[in-house]
């Protein structure tokens, strides 16, 4: 199960795919000392965090004795460590959900947004209604470093008004330098008119950098690469493969049966897929997937674990994720707001 947002329980390493020992989950707060525990008896420690935007600890040799050969020892952590000999580790890529209600929002959940971060950037997923206040459980509200949105539905774009405004109008004073914002062709002017009266047409551009997403791209934001497909919903909307360090996070948006989902999703290690219909009650091409649906494509994208998104509030979430289970074999799971995956 993933942590909740906050400081959650101790947590474990495992050995990454390369050459690094990942932290499998991390929990903000300012705790550092590390508890080892091995064979004999456990042993404590503890050191100062460096001095960086994501504080680390610095791991002494372990102090095990000819008696206690050294074996695999069990490590509790609250913050990405610096292993003997190296002076810097990645961090796992970390996706947090903001908000997953489809459609509109529900009592429980902000609509859909999901923040994606990696070696202290912070990309955000989508903004739609209620996402910017949930946000701010989750970084400050001028921590991000770029947006992408999937497409131009109120879902999923029409908080970015309410953030204009706070960058614009900072409070605080000193308006915060623009960020990059991707989405589909005429986001900026979807917006202005959305917010209706910025103080000009263009207000919006001093604040945000947009930049026009197309099917078949791939950009760069900070440490981690994007590759952008075109899906298939009534509007322009596209589909995301996040990479970094070797992990891939795929992100379905809002989509009804295409190719382009299954090659979004080879072989990542989390699909993020949306899962608005249920099987056997809609049935409307071109426009959403159901539970079974994006079973079978992650399934078929032999996915590492699958995390089924943007259900409405009228959906009985429990059937869509028994009728991806039927489908799929590995790890499925309902997303919920605050959930955070290491991946
Ligand atoms: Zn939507
Ligand atoms: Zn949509």
């Known amino acids: 199960m993933p942590a909740r947002g906050g400081c959650g329980p ?12 990942r932290p499998l989950a991390l929990a903000p707060g300012s705790v550092t000392s590390v508890t080892v525990t091995g064979p004999g008896a456990p042993v404590a420690f503890s050191a100062e965090p460096a001095p960086s935007r994501y504080p680390a ?3 002494p040799p372990t102090p095990q004795s000819a008696e206690q050969p050294r074996r695999p020892v069990a490590l509790t952590l609250r913050k990405p460590l610096f292993l003997p000999g190296r002076t810097e580790v990645p961090t796992p890529m970390k996706l947090t959900v903001v908000g997953c209600s489809g459609s509109f929002p529900s009592q429980d959940s902000a609509c859909s947004s999901y923040l994606v971060e990696a070696d ?5 997923l989508d903004m739609g209604n209620g996402a910017l206040g949930e946000l701010q459980r989750h970084c400050g509200l001028y921590d991000l470093d770029a947006i992408v949105l999937s497409h131009l539905h109120a879902d999923h774009c029409i908080d970015m008004c309410g953030y204009f405004v706070a960058r614009y109008y900072r409070f605080e004073g000193g308006r915060p ?7 589909p062709e005429g986001t900026e002017r979807r917006l202005t008119t959305a917010y209706a009266d910025t103080p000009s047409e263009k207000s919006m551009s001093e604040v945000f950098d947009f930049h026009t997403l197309h099917g078949g791209g791939e950009f760069t934001a900070g440490p981690l690469n994007v590759r952008v497909e ?5 509007v322009e909307a596209y589909g995301f493969r996040i990479e970094h360090e070797g992990s891939v996070l795929t992100y379905s ?18 699909f993020l897929c949306e899962a608005s219909f249920t099987h056997g009650k809609e049935d409307i091409p071109g426009l959403h997937l159901n539970g079974l649906q994006a079973g079978k494509y992650a399934q078929a994208a032999g996915v590492r674990r699958l995390v089924l998104t943007h259900v409405p509030p009228w959906t009985d979430a429990r059937a869509n994720l ?17 959930a955070v995956y290491e991946i």
């Not at 101790?10 to 020992?21: A, C, N, Q, T």
């Not at 049966?257 to 989390?270: I, M, Y």
């Not at 289970?325 to 997303?335: I, M, T």
């Open 120 to 124: 202290g950037y912070r990309l955000l």
């Open 253 to 270: 948006g809002d989509t009804g049966e295409c190719d382009e989902v299954g090659s979004l999703a080879e072989n990542a290690d989390l």
């Open 230 to 234: 075109q899906v298939s919903h009534p």
């Open 10 to 21: 101790g947590v474990g390493l495992r050995r990454g795919p390369d050459r690094f020992v």
């Open 177 to 183: 330098a623009s960020i990059p914002v991707y989405g």
């Open 57 to 59: 600890l610095v791991i």
């Open 322 to 338: 028994r009728d991806a289970r039927s489908a799929y074999a590995g790890p499925v799971e309902l997303a919920r707001p605050g």
